[in-house]
């Protein structure tokens, strides 16, 4: 959690995790685990209606943020959702709705009247089998044909793939890098829902086989423009990922702490042998340093100031040190905390997840060595 | 007082400021030499006197030590005007020696606890730059255990005797004034039985001995008491009630080496470790065919040196808030440990072969021998085995560690040799 909230985004956050106490809680969140869309469709609607889907769109369409900040106030949101394991289509929603409100047209643009009621979901069809999550990975064609276009190529671990209404497809067009954005009942377009370690979001693969679309379905200009907005949604999508890990890790070390009061072993409680206490002391650096890197990635993002460094080192750091908090608190509970009964897998889960998709620590670690100039 | 004040300062007075400095840096301060930079712990003479010179020059100025009080010689302004000093300050050569511990770590211990006559006799000297004062607090027998002092302070009507050996001193041979913690009772536990002193250094019965580090520099000493005469009016805080005195002053110098320290000018400069930017162009030169560890190395330093600016950013104001107690400091401090020493090894790394075999005439093997001794940052300041204690016990509220001597007369501790 952030240390310097307005009283509008403590509100805010506050009414967050009241929310997700009393409608999800993780009892309920087990329970959510068997259904094939990962959440009740009325459920994410109330969640709409406290914002969550209206932070990123403009004001002249319905939205509009908490502090004028939009990313800033979403990882409030990450934050929350993270602690609790929540489900829900959260990020790919937000991270499209995005690009449409800065880049779509107006009838794309109407869509988000949908999306703020919670009634119409997005997603984002971006990474290719073997992919390595960047633009230049992407190989799903566009060929032109007779002023319109015919995609083909297959993505693979789209969020909400099988839930979205509408899916935004990155793809190569002669053009250059161009987006797409097409009703789920598009004829040639295949959703297959996959398995996944995170057993609270939903994937899909997602198979264009030579899917015809108009030129109405292209999402801002091909090339440059769409560059940058993929740029951003990596971005974005990254440090709600980071965010989400962040508020894991804390909720994480919150309750083992506590276990480490009330478990007695030898006569007295874990916390006080100095060998576990001092790893507690190195968990509870890495979660404050997460928070921090956190910030300052969504801070980037908000003032549009070296953004691309700041989430690459938000990725490098609370990728790897949320998970390895994670390990160490599986270790603090012994035998307990390999138990499919006891919570700390379904975080692990989600936060390994986290780790891995839109790059892993090393690739962020990659680019920032370019950035240096090697 | 458990933390600093920070106040709430208007951004549009904090960009005048900012202009103001910059303009009086670029007339009054020397600018740093970007290819051979004086080092302030290098100085050139017995007195460091081109650090009280600078010292002085900033003071005429009215940018020395901005957040003292004005009655003492500061400007009464906040902590966000000294970071803006010391953000533009980076291009200039800056009395780095004033800062630690002078005006970070004896500063605020004699502002809290010093007499009406301590303050106005001492405070404007370290301001001007006329006095640097030192730390006369750990002992050769127990690093971490200061409480554990050996040496005495034996009253003699209005005066004290002191007897025994203080150590890791920096620079005491060029400094005017310590602060230090003796045992003035034996007879009680040993939190109850010390007193804090101001010693004149260059003063009867003290020698001096530099110590020799690993890199052979002489920036730490060890001093030795012999019948040394002290007025009682030197005492700082209560007689017997040093250690509440030494705790503040342990407060402080965590706040320092965490960065969170409003009481510090300028910022220090690391050769060898700084400058990540350095390091990726000696890996293109140097680095050899292993690019792909050296891309992974290179970018967790500049996850870790980014992360460890935000973090201390993100301690400050938890702390303001009241978001994370006092000693959080010491998260900034385990950071900056394990940060620094990674550093270390990586520069030594990028530098090849010639960190460890080099021409004459080339100083490559500082990377080497900066490696050699990279645990420092994890020593000194206070070890990161203590602030992992104090993090577990007083951040996350876990037992303290038992302590066999915590309410026996001092006298009956057992201790070494």
Known sequence: MRFDLSDDQ???????????????????????????????????????????????????MGGGSISGRPVVDLTIVADEMGRGVTP?????????????GRSGSSDQQALLEGVLAGEVVL???????????????VAAEAAP????????????????????????????????????????????????????????????????????????????????????????????????????????????????????????????????????????????????ASQAAVDGAADALADGADEARMVSVAKAYVGDHSVE????????????GVTYEHDLHLYLRRATVNRGLFGTPGDHRVCLSEMMGY | MDDFVYAETDPAELARYREEVEAWMNENMPRRDPVNPWHPTQDDDERSSRNRELQRRLSDGGYAAVCYPKEYGGQSLTAAHQKIIDDVSMDFDMPILFSVPTLSICGPVILEFGTEEQKQRYIPAWIRGDELWVQFISEPSGGSDMAGALTRADR??????????????????????????????????????????????HHPGIEIHPIQMVDRTEEFCQEFFNDVVIPAENVVGEVDDGWTVASRLLFHERASVGNASPYTQGRHRNRTADGVEDLAAIARDHGGADVGRHRQRLGYLETLSRVEELLSDRV????????????????????????RTERQTVAMEMQGDRALVWNQGEDTGAFGTEYVQRQQACIGGGTTEMARNIISERILGMPREPAADRDLPFNQVPRSG
């Open chain 1, 88 to 100: 829900g289509p959260f990020m790919p929603t937000n991270v499209v709705a995005d690009t449409l």
């Open chain 1, 10 to 60: 403590e509100f805010f956050r506050e009414t967050a995790r009241r929310f997700i106490e009393a409608e999800v809680p993780i009892s309920v969140v087990r329970e959510w685990h068997d259904l094939p869309d990962g959440c009740p469709p009325s459920w994410w609607q109330s969640a709409a209606e406290l914002g969550w889907t209206s932070l990123m769109v403009p004001e002249s």
């Open chain 1, 145 to 288: 044909a007779n002023g319109a276009y015919v995609l083909t190529g297959t993505k693979t671990a789209v969020e909400a793939g099988a839930q979205a209404h509408h899916l935004l497809v990155t793809a190569q067009s002669p053009e250059g890098l161009a987006q797409f954005l097409l009703p789920s009942d598009t004829p040639g377009l295949t959703v297959t829902p996959q398995e996944s370690l995170d057993l609270g979001r939903r994937f899909a693969e997602v198979r264009l086989d030579g899917v015809a679309v108009g030129p109405d379905a292209l999402v801002g200009q091909p090339g440059a423009a769409t560059e940058a907005d993929v740029e951003r949604q990596r971005q974005v999508m990254t440090v709600l990922q980071c965010a989400d890990n962040a508020g894991s890790a804390a909720r994480v070390l919150e309750f083992t702490v506590q276990y480490a009061f009330d478990r007695y072993s030898f006569g007295r409680p874990l916390a006080s042998y100095q060998a576990l206490k001092h790893r507690f002391a190195d968990m509870k650096l890495w979660s404050e």
């Open chain 2, 316 to 339: 400050v104001k938890g702390i303001e808030g009241g978001f994370l107690p006092a000693p959080a400091g010491s998260l900034v401090r385990l950071f900056h440990g394990l940060s």
């Open chain 1, 325 to 336: 908090l994670m390990h160490d608190c599986v270790q603090m509970h012994g035998g307990i």
């Open chain 2, 156 to 201: 003699d009507g209005e005066e004290f005797i002191i007897n025994g050996s203080k150590i890791w001193s920096t620079f005491a041979q060029r400094s005017d004034y310590a602060l230090m913690l003796a045992r003035t009772n034996w007879e009680v536990p040993k939190h109850r039985g010390l007193t804090m002193f101001i010693v004149p250094i």
């Open chain 1, 123 to 137: 997603g984002w069809a971006f990474c290719e089998p073997g992919g390595d999550w960047t633009a230049s990975q």
